[in-house]
């Protein structure tokens, strides 16, 4: 219990970039393995990272996320569902991190739609839960997430997306969750090579640069690679699709506290 407590210190207080609490957390092994540098990327992911992404989504899909944390009681599931309508994309979420202890969660409704040839906008509201055992008790709140994804050409994708902008706080002594913006680009060169360039700036830290690559030397399988900075993080990733079934694996490095890994699978009916 010692070793645990002083590695939330450590993660908490020392390393907040790595892990927050109520923060934006990047979910999806694709996304992980290219540095989660995928805001501007359409996939299933986007019910996590930019809803926007939704409305280029043409199935109803399902799909789940494992990451597992640094020690067990850090790992992190998630499970979403996609619905696309005439107008658009609806979307539902979930995710829980934590142990008996000491527990987050997350519930999101999201919606995506075309404003233009191209162009589509997303929104999703967002419930968090935070329990801690003991006198602590429980908190709650809602907030709301917003994108923008624009697609030229097939080659060229742009994106941005901003999490909590109206900066709402938890508890009862209103500790404000994290207001986060990101931006990024990405293109592909031929048919087979991705490059994706992301800055993401908590109002309360230093920018985050990320740069992914996604190669594809056949059709169902990818191979991935990427780094962020602020903290220095090495990420690589594999991805295979069959019929409908899409898998996903990714691992991440931190130089002091080491690998982590990822899991995403989904499915399209």
Known sequence: MKSLCLLYLLVFWCLPGVLASNDLVPIGARSSGIANASVMLPDFSSVFHNQAGLAFL?????????????????????????????TGTLASSFSYYGYSYY??????????????KDLAAGVQIDYFNTRIAGEYGKADILTFEAG???????????GTHVFNPVRVGIGEVQEKIPTVFRIGVGYRFKENVLVCVEGEKDLERAVVPKVGVEYQPLGELSVRGGMSVNPVMNFFGLGYSWKSFHADVAFSYHQILGYMPDFSLNYEF
Do not use: I
């Open 148 to 158: 923008l994804m624009f697609k030229m050409m097939d080659h060229l994708y742009v």
């Open 103 to 116: 527990q987050e969660t997350k519930a999101g409704l999201a919606y995506g739609q075309f404003l233009a």
């Open 58 to 86: 043409e199935s109803v899909s399902v799909g789940f996320h494992h990451r597992s944390g640094f020690v067990k009681e850090m790992d992190r599931q998630a499970l979403a569902v996609l619905f696309p309508t005439s």
